[in-house]
T-cell receptor, first 113, second 112 residues
Framework: DAGVTQSPTHLIKTRGQHVTLRCSPI?????VSWYQQVLGQGPQFIFQ???????GRGNFPDRFSARQFPNYSSELNVNALLLGDSALYLC????????????FGPGTRLLVL | GQQLNQSPQSMFIQEGEDVSMNCTSS?????WLWYKQDPGEGPVLLIA?????ELTSNGRLTAQFGITRKDSFLNISASIPSDVGIYFC????????????FGTGTRLKVLA
């Protein structure tokens, strides 16, 4: 079975622009979470979606938004990009079970100039 | 952002040596996960722990869920060069979401 897939793999934007990152979860997984990982740090939780509804939000500004589609894939949108948004954006999916183990995709590396 | 305390921050060891690292939290967690991350890639799940006191192995890796539910430990036996990477712990509390809080990471370097 395919793992979590993310696109694009790399992206370069300039300040003020908008970006959309995409994620497809493992087949059968209904939950998707987004994390931001700045160089040298652990991943920071941004959003969690389950059955197309937002179930959790981390401490990120309203410039960050996300949604989940009927096929459980997800998009992360970031508006008005800042230099500090440069990071590896990770998507993780979880099965619909009591023990919610998360499996990560390879990430999208975003560079804001 | 919030991060768990992981120690040591980095370590150099000789091939064949055993490695121990731990992760501590001020909050109680219901689940602990351990990941390994190579540069430029996503974290790869190594071990999942769901119960206080639980001891789980995956090959040369063994992890334990602390009795207090505020800490977890990862041991690697007989290290090999491919063990090089950054190891992260992640804990999930009882907030009603699937939010995981990650540790600061332990960077492991193995000398052949």
């Amino acid at each position: 079975d395919a793992g979590v897939t993310q696109s694009p793999t790399h992206l370069i934007k300039t300040r003020g622009q908008h970006v959309t990152l995409r994620c497809s979860p493992i087949s059968g997984h209904k939950s998707v979470s987004w994390y931001q990982q700045v160089l040298g740090q652990g991943p920071q939780f941004i959003f969690q979606y389950y059955e197309k509804e937002e179930r959790g939000r981390g401490n990120f500004p309203d410039r960050f938004s996300a949604r989940q589609f009927p096929n459980y894939s997800s998009e992360l949108n970031v508006n008005a990009l800042l230099l500090g948004d440069s990071a590896l954006y990770l998507c993780a999916s979880s099965p619909d079970r009591v023990k919610e183990t998360q499996y990560f995709g390879p990430g999208t590396r975003l560079l804001v100039l | 952002g919030q991060q768990l305390n992981q120690s040591p921050q980095s370590m150099f060891i000789q091939e064949g040596e055993d490695v121990s690292m731990n992760c501590t939290s001020s909050s109680i967690f219901n689940t602990w996960l351990w990941y390994k991350q190579d540069p430029g890639e996503g974290p790869v799940l190594l071990i999942a722990l769901y119960k206080a006191g639980e001891l789980t192995s995956n090959g040369r890796l063994t992890a334990q869920f602390g009795i207090t539910r505020k800490d977890s430990f990862l041991n690697i036996s007989a290290s090999i060069p491919s063990d090089v990477g950054i190891y992260f712990c992640a804990g999930q509390g009882n907030s009603g979401t699937y939010k995981y809080i990650f540790g600061t990471g332990t960077r492991l370097k193995v000398l052949a």
